[in-house]
């Protein structure tokens, strides 16, 4: 038989979509055709709330309870952070506790203590081989504990995440999400990066993934967790402490994974209820990661929260026994953690100003990103917030909207296109390649003057009370940054240099 051009075209048109269908399912079989030794760790599961609906709690605890081998399921243990479900819910531990003798158990905080110590309180109840840490809006799937258990019996010193899945809170659809590492940025919020290459060439999608940190939910071997410090207890309401777990499991001789096979679905708070303004306790918490993990690295933290590093005016609490903790276990540095854990993230060494940049001629507006999406910066009634956070490199380069400093983050730069007469906003790395003009000179109090073409950054007024930002032949203006570091730009710093 002979095939027409058209029939070949078709047969290797079914062919490849016969492979991308093959593909999906050894994907959606190769967990489940999985299979695990029948002497695993045993299991303590701690669910951490703080006011939660009853029926979300005995969700959790219910797919718990029938997802879960009943041999390796030791306890689950509830830490309530202050909530007032009291009755209605030992009712039903009696209940639980009728069926299954001795599987449910309840610590109550007198008052509340956030997350990181409910967390702890329930590591130091548990009493298994193996603790699994999870929020108590969640659903374990099937097959959740299984992989995390093996993982364990192999690797003590593994701490790992499942992979999480999305319950839409308002009408609880599940939305699968697809697996991917744990990490975060320099304000240390925690987000996904992409899966390592090393992981791809196993070609086995059950193969653990290795994450430079971890989102919240974990599970560990009791013990070493323990060796390693459990959480920062000095760590208030929400916040940092997953990052400050990462970093100490990997500088102190552990590792981090994401477990493919484990999932659990977890209901993200349409609202979360813990403070009016949670940043302010993610910000904190972050300074006590800095400060004790993070070595001269810890800058990054203060100009990604867009804080004076001397004075910043926020007190994170006491580190030294955390800094002890470091000591004791003879703990490695943060530079080798980003050299060889997290080479995604960017460290740009060579900030010197940073926070809102104003022109001398009217104060009271500053440096915007614009509207998104789009790339024309603006002048803009002055907010302080990330859109208006402006990073001057010693360098030359100007970032404007934010510090990401990840690999493919898309931190942008201020470039002058040279004709017209408005400046752009360019992802740095593709203005470095597209050779745009991205460098500027500028010193604290003078001009913004662009290094290829020497137009000026300035503001016109097209009428009184209205400003742009545009490039123009230089008139004069004067700019200032909101924060320098060090001396650069003052006074001293351009005696220093003029002496030379
Ligand atoms: N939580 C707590 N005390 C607090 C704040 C939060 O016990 O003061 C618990 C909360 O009930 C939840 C977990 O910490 O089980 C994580 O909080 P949340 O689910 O709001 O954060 P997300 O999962 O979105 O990171
Ligand atoms: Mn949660």
Redesign the pocket.
Known sequence: MRLSHRELHYLLALCLSLETVLKLLVFYYSCKMKTYPEDLPTLSVVLIFMNEALSIILRAITSIINRTPAHLLKEIILVDDYNDLKEPLETHIKNYNAKHPELLKIIRHQKRQGLTQARISGWEASAADVVAIL?A??EVNMAWAEPILSRLKEDRTVIISPVFDNIRFDDFELLQYSVAADGFDWALWCLYEPLPAEWYTLKDETAPVRSPSIM??IAADRKFLGEIGVLDSGMHIYGGENVELGLRAWQCGGKVEVLPCSRIA????AHKPYLPDLSIAVKRNALRVAEVWMDEYKYMVYFAWNLPIENPGIDFGDVSSRKDLRKKLNCKGFDWYIKNIYPNLIFLPNIVGYGTMKNTLKEDICIDQGPVPGNTPIMYPCHAYSPQHIFYHSTGEMYVGGLHGRQNAGDRCLADPGNGDLPVLEKCDIAMNKGLNLHWDFKQGSAVINRGTKRCLEVTADNPVSYRLVMQTCTGQRWNIQHTVKDWGKAKDLEQKAQH
């Open positions: 929020d809006h969640i919240g939910i977890h209901l993200e708070r």
